[in-house]
């Protein structure tokens, strides 16, 4: 059980208020941004401090940290933001939903937000950093490299390797044995049957508009 | 669906089913899942509106306007239309369904959701933060909607369809098995995904398998 700051006021900082609030150990006290992105004072109910002036009872000897920055500059924002906190000395915590299933033996690293329906298989390797919504599949013997983001709905297949700031978008599809290069971005929906490079980017193809109104549809 | 809400209100809620009810010119037999059936026009006294609430289990027949046309007729015969919602489903939004919803096992509906009446969100769907799911809206099995987007009133998402997130899918919208929309959609548009090709090597010549 540890007080933790969240760093971040966005949609992502509210979610991690929500779910550590609801659901862990643990207890949010206070929201950190850098001082140059410090519009309010308030946030959630709780007091939104500048990271260059932190007071003392939100500073790493009392409190931990978690970083809620979402998938910004394809996750290097928020591997940024973690290395600050850790510079400042902070333990950064990371979060598993009580409604998840993670059944590997293998520690997951710092920083991780794992939420609920999520099915993670064992012997699956979880980096630091690394971000999986809701719904998602991780089959067994796959690798998640460090700040990884994987969107809700994902399905990743057996011994898959996931690089280090991937980001898979919703419902998209990785099927096994595949590797992904560092840095990629798959898009909502795509579906990768083979290995990636670095910092490649897939989409998939979009739904055809038919020729019809939805009240001719015969069947339905 | 009849059966299947006969099943999960049985089974998995603090309701009790006591009859089932079908317009007269439906009405084939007298007994269902072990249960009477009577007809909506001459509904025994038991199961008037002022001893039981209702729940109209039609499934997306004429894009959900059949479910919607039939809860406005339990509701003017007096009925309070009660939802269901699985213990299994993980509902986190502060905002309250409608009624007359069914929400099945392993649904996940994140916080800042809005689901409005007579919604059906099929096993395995996910529902993102901030998204709107309007009145009679289908979202078929293991179907996802991203986040902050809205699915306009009686559209159908088909089974693992995605939806991208701050996407509108208008109204009567039907989305196929499978599609990927990542733009708004015109109101009364029909998607379909691109089709799996089939391959002309035979599978038992597949090497990797």
């Known amino acids: 059980m540890a007080d933790i700051v969240v760093f971040g006021t966005g949609a992502n900082a509210e979610l991690a208020h929500f ?80 409604n998840a299933i993670v059944m590997t033996d293998h520690p997951m690293g710092w920083n991780c937000f794992i939420l609920e329906g999520v099915a993670i298989q064992p012997f699956v390797r979880i980096g630091n950093d690394v971000q999986i919504w809701p719904n998602s599949t991780v089959a067994h013997g796959t690798t998640i ?12 297949a057996g011994e898959v390797h996931v690089g280090a700031g991937c980001f898979l978008g919703i419902g998209s599809t990785v099927r096994d044995h595949v590797r992904l290069g560092r840095n990629c971005v798959v898009g909502a929906g795509a579906v990768i049957l083979g290995d990636t490079e670095d910092d490649a980017v897939y989409t998939a193809p979009p739904a055809r508009k038919l020729p019809t109104r939805s009240d001719r549809l015969r069947r339905i | 669906m009849a059966e299947l809400a006969h099943f999960y209100f049985g089974r998995d809620s603090g309701h009790r089913v006591v009859a089932f009810t079908v317009d007269a010119e439906f009405l084939k ?98 529902i993102t933060h901030g998204t709107t799911i309007e009145d009679n809206v289908y979202v078929g099995r293991l179907a996802v909607v991203a986040s902050d987007a809205t699915i306009g009133a009686n559209s159908f998402l088909g089974v693992g369809c995605v939806v991208g997130d701050r996407v509108r899918v208008g109204r009567r919208c039907v989305i196929g098995a499978g599609a990927v929309i990542t733009d708004d959609t015109d109101d009364d548009s029909v998607y379909a995904a691109p089709l799996a090709e089939r391959s002309r090597v035979p599978s038992s010549r597949l090497r990797r398998f």
């Not at chain 1, 007091?47 to 970083?67: K, L, M, N, Y």
């Not at chain 1, 490299?145 to 990743?156: K, M, N, Q, W």
């Not at chain 2, 006294?45 to 809860?71: S, T």
Request: glycine share 8%.
């Open chain 1, 19 to 98: 779910y550590f609030g609801r659901d862990s150990a643990h207890r949010v006290v206070a929201f950190v941004v850098d001082g140059s992105h410090l519009r309010e004072d308030h946030f959630c109910g709780l007091p939104v401090v500048a990271t260059e002036t932190i007071p003392p009872q939100f500073r790493a000897d009392r409190c931990s940290a978690f970083v809620a920055t979402g998938y910004g500059k394809i996750n290097r924002l928020r591997a940024e933001k973690c290395a600050a906190m850790q510079a400042a000395g902070y333990e950064l915590v990371s979060y598993i939903n009580s």
């Open chain 2, 29 to 126: 037999e007298d007994r269902f899942c072990g249960l009477p059936v009577v007809a909506a026009e001459a509904i025994p006294p038991q199961f008037g509106a002022d001893r039981c609430g209702a729940f109209v289990a039609i499934g997306y027949g004429r894009v959900n306007r059949l479910r919607a046309e039939k809860c406005a007729a339990m509701r003017a015969a007096g009925y309070e239309l009660v939802s269901y919602v699985s213990s299994r489903a993980v509902v986190l939004s502060e905002h309250t369904p409608g009624w007359n919803c069914l929400i099945l096992e392993r649904v996940m509906v994140q916080p800042r959701v809005r689901i409005g009446n007579a919604v059906t969100l099929t096993g395995g769907s996910s």
């Open chain 1, 145 to 156: 490299d460090d700040h990884a983001f994987l969107s809700g709905r994902v399905t990743i």
